[in-house]
């Protein structure tokens, strides 16, 4: 049985990219030199959105994704197949990565994405975007931008899309 | 239960088009500035070859080392085996060192599977007599599907398969894959290159089937079968089953020459091959290392599929 | 030797060849002295046998001993054992060892280190030519002198026709028979496994079943010409069987031996590349099954024969173009005949027993009918179980048994060889 709770909307969800937007311009001065990257699978759509936010804002900045798959610290442990790709416009080398996620939880996933971004070269910074920070870190990894604070239990999973963010409880854990 | 990549028979469709998936997503990885990731880091992996070959060696040796593995290599030609040592003290020998997979190469049919009855490791197959050699068969459908822009369903698509079939793993392996994808093949050879029975349709006229194929295969003719009785001395074989320029100049553009190497020139191939704009050749050699990798990380790194 | 037991079987189904019959059998210095129904007790040891068959000891035409030469495979002492295990109480003992059997003192030295051990009779055979190369006779002569009757160059086929002709007319006034291994070498070069749509999957080269089949046609012929008898060994192939049935209907002196893994095992086996199913002549397919258990139900065939070819690990555990060809037979041939062979308990026997002691020469001491005054070598078989065999309880050297995992029907319970118990409820004695 699982219960469903809608938590935040589809305006709520545009007011806080629109937030966040702003907040990485002003954070970086302008957005010469920035480079979204999309994390794969989550974070790809939250990319394209924040950056023609940016875009209408400021001016246009690439936007790639990052996969992560064979970075990851679980290789192994369980399940995984790669099916998704990185694609990351070469000028990351001295730019500055704003990597993007919907969810950020534990924090390893943005450690093996850090470890695939120095793949594609040396960022000048790489600082990370996330629409939602559901707490629960395992390593020390925090978000520069964040649209909401979501403290959830770990029997809980948050779905996050452009309609909205729903905590579902009495989910399977694997 | 371990497993393992010794023949795409005992594979399967579905992990076949799962690594066919994987292949294309570890071409990506090499054509990064870094093309290394450390998916598989901490594990050994043994290269087992009893049977000389430098090219698939370090094939699968780079493969290894671009998932970050470790590798080793024990490389025996049969004479240097110690007589007093089987190939099972061999095998129990490494795997007391700690081994994760073991890639094998071997003249005779069937020792991946021995090799696996003597240890927990994964096995992989680089090639057993005549047998198997099913990293082959997957880097060349993977070159196909990538050249052609197809998905896994390879119906419609005509593969030849031309030269000595009866004693090549590669014409098994690769029919067989071929076929799992739904390719039509024909073998085109003469009946003593031929295996004794044969369910895969036949014929010794190369002329009439290559100017309508999709794909034209062509396998290494060992001059060691014309010394052997097995085929007439001279230029016979090269004049009925060789790729020369007026066979080239019938193939159709669009289709693709495909060779396993290495390549005996002036005897199956009378042209170059780098001046033909279907030849996949060299991209078979580098599909081979994502193929590979697929394959390691299939093996040592994922364990089905993700939700 | 040894104390002659005294022994009373009693409660046992006795089996030969004139028949059926309940009888108990009392038997005292080597010899059967009584059968009759319910037999008086005396002052000999009382072995209940109920609802077990007594029968005259099994022969086996074919084994290998491997000594001299190959200790670490199997020895006289070991295959004897094995032997006497499997109901047998007498073996004819393959000459390729090393040296080869082609000369008295090698014969000799069997025959003693064979009655030294005491558990069976073990009888050598001679080879066709000197150390089996197919070239120079072997003394036939010298060797019938010290006992031998058979004479094989099995391991091989003699290959030259002339040569094998001038074999038979020579050995042919001598009383002795001559056996083949059919195998026309050119067409099985390299071969590890039967010729056909196995092989072909898994790119393995093939011994092609004509091989087997031009040496039996050619043999055969070659009886017609000369009168000589001729034994054809571990025959595989319908067409053999077709071949056979046909000399006999024209009244050749023609015999045949199979194999019990040729009545149970086809080609498919190898799929595992397990080496324990590499043989000569090959396990081969489902058809030639059939028409080889046809040719023993038949009387075509007229003997199993086991063909018991020890191996050790390390010879086997090596890629299948290396490892030697051959599996064990001794201690399992009765529970894979019967689980196999659809017949009658006195069909079966005879196939064990007594038509291979008549081949062998051997039928004034084996085979004979369980009555009173021949000699006491017997097997009393426990019909019932189903058993599967125990690798580490094996009584041979080796361990390349193709039946591990496998029900086989029937077991040995007792043995006899020359009125001893060298078998007693499945035990070696000694």
């Known amino acids: 049985m699982t219960h469903r709770k809608q938590v935040l909307g589809p305006e709520d969800v545009r007011r806080a990219v629109t937030r966040m937007a702003h907040e990485i311009i002003e954070r970086n001065r302008g957005v010469d030199d920035v480079v979204l990257l999309g994390m794969q699978r989550g974070g790809v759509w939250l990319a394209q959105l924040l950056g023609s936010e940016i875009a209408r804002i400021a001016s246009a900045v690439p936007i790639g994704t990052i996969d992560v798959s064979l970075h990851r610290d679980d290789i192994g442990m369980r399940p995984v197949t790669p099916g998704t790709s990185s694609d990351v416009p070469t000028e990351i080398q001295e730019s500055t990565v704003v990597l993007v996620d919907d969810v950020l939880y534990t924090g390893r996933t943005v450690r093996a994405a850090l470890d695939a971004v120095s793949d594609f070269g040396r960022p000048r910074a790489i600082q990370l975007a996330v629409l939602i920070d559901r707490g629960h870190r395992e390593l020390p990894i925090r978000p520069d931008f964040i649209g909401k604070n979501l403290p959830t239990s770990s029997e809980e999973e948050v779905e996050v899309t452009p309609d909205g963010v729903t905590i579902i409880e009495g989910v399977d854990k694997p | 239960m371990t497993l393992h990549f010794r023949s795409i028979e005992e594979v399967g469709t579905e992990r076949i088009h799962r690594l066919l998936d994987l292949t294309e997503h570890m071409a990506a990885v090499g054509r990064r500035p870094n093309p290394k990731v450390p998916a598989l880091r901490g594990k050994t992996v043994c290269n087992l070859f009893f049977e000389d070959s430098t090219r698939t060696r370090m094939s699968f040796d780079l493969a290894a080392k671009r998932l970050s593995a470790d590798t080793m290599t024990l490389a025996v030609s049969s004479s240097s085996v110690n007589k007093g040592e089987s190939l099972r003290d061999t095998v129990e020998t490494l795997d007391a060192m700690g081994v994760d997979a073991f890639v094998v190469r071997h003249r005779t049919s069937g020792v991946p599977w021995q090799v696996a009855s003597w240890t927990p490791a994964a096995v992989v197959n680089a090639g057993d007599g005549w047998h198997a050699h099913p990293t082959q068969a997957l880097l060349d459908a993977y070159t196909i599907r990538h050249r052609r822009g197809l998905t896994n369903d390879f119906s419609g698509i005509r593969v030849a398969i031309v030269g000595d079939i009866r004693h090549s793993r590669v014409a098994r392996s690769t029919t067989e894959i071929l076929q799992l994808l739904g390719a039509e093949v024909i073998h085109v050879a003469p009946r003593t290159l031929l295996p004794p029975t044969s369910d895969v349709a036949t014929t010794t006229h190369l002329d009439d089937v290559i100017s309508e194929v999709d794909v034209l295969y062509m396998l290494r003719m060992q001059r060691e079968r014309m010394g052997a009785g097995i085929v007439p001395d001279g230029g016979e074989y090269s004049r009925r089953f060789a790729l020369d320029e007026r066979r080239a100049a019938a193939l159709r553009s669009d289709a693709l020459l495909m060779h396993p190497g290495p390549m005996n020139r002036g005897v199956e191939m009378m042209v170059d091959p780098t001046e033909l704009q279907q030849s996949t050749i060299l991209d078979q050699v580098t599909n081979g290392i994502a193929a590979r990798m697929a394959v390691l990380f299939d093996l040592l790194g994922s364990g089905g599929i993700e939700e | ?430």
């Open chain 3, 1 to 430: 030797m040894m104390n002659k037991e005294a022994v009373l079987f009693a409660g046992g189904l006795v089996v030969d060849e004139s028949g059926e019959r309940h009888f108990d059998v009392r038997v005292r210095d080597g010899l059967v002295v009584e059968t009759g129904s319910d037999l008086a007790a005396g002052d000999e040891e009382r072995v209940d046998i109920s609802g077990c068959i007594l029968a005259p000891g099994f022969v086996d035409l074919h084994t290998h001993l491997r000594e001299p030469g190959m200790p670490e495979a199997e020895t006289i002492e070991t295959g004897s054992r094995a032997a006497a295990l499997g109901g047998y109480t007498a073996v004819v003992a393959m000459p390729n060892t090393d040296p080869t059997q082609d000369c008295v003192e090698v014969v000799e030295f069997v025959s003693k280190r064979g009655r030294e051990i005491g558990l069976c009779d073990v009888r050598p055979s001679g080879s066709i030519t000197i150390g089996r190369a197919g070239a120079q006779l072997t003394p036939f002569a010298d060797l019938a002198a010290v006992g031998v009757h058979l004479f094989t160059d099995d391991g091989s086929g003699v290959q030259d026709e002339g040569l094998m002709r001038r074999a038979l007319e020579y050995a042919g006034e001598l009383g002795v028979v001559l056996a083949q291994h059919c195998e026309v070498a050119s067409l099985t070069a390299g071969a590890v496994m039967h010729e056909g749509e196995c092989c072909s999957h898994l790119g393995l080269p093939g011994w092609p079943s004509l091989a087997e089949e031009l040496m039996v046609h050619r043999d055969i012929e070659l009886s017609r010409l000369t009168g000589s008898p001729v034994h054809l060994l571990h025959l595989s192939t319908a067409r053999s069987v077709e071949l056979v049935r046909g000399a006999k209907a024209d009244g050749l002196p023609v015999t045949a031996e199979a194999t019990p893994h040729h009545i149970s095992l086809t080609d498919e086996r190898l799929s595992s590349f397990d080496t324990r199913y590499k043989v000569n002549p090959p396990l081969r397919t489902m058809a030639d099954i059939e028409a080889v258990k046809a040719g023993l139900l038949d009387g075509t065939i007229d003997a199993i024969a086991t063909d018991h070819a020890p191996h050790p690990s390390a010879a086997k555990d090596r890629p299948l173009d290396e490892a030697p060809p051959g599996m064990l037979g001794l201690e399992t041939a009765l529970g894979v005949a019967r689980a196999h062979l659809d017949c009658s308990w006195q069909h079966l026997i005879g196939a064990l027993s007594w038509r291979p002691a008549r081949i062998a020469g051997l039928s004034d001491r084996h085979g004979r009918p369980v009555s009173e005054g021949e000699p006491a070598n017997l097997v009393v078989i426990d019909p019932d179980p189903d058993w599967q065999v125990d690798p580490s309880a094996l009584a041979s050297r080796s361990r390349n048994t193709p039946y591990i995992g496998i029900d086989l029907k029937s077991r040995v319970r007792h043995t006899m060889f020359e009125g001893r118990m060298v078998v007693r409820d499945g035990i070696a004695t000694a």
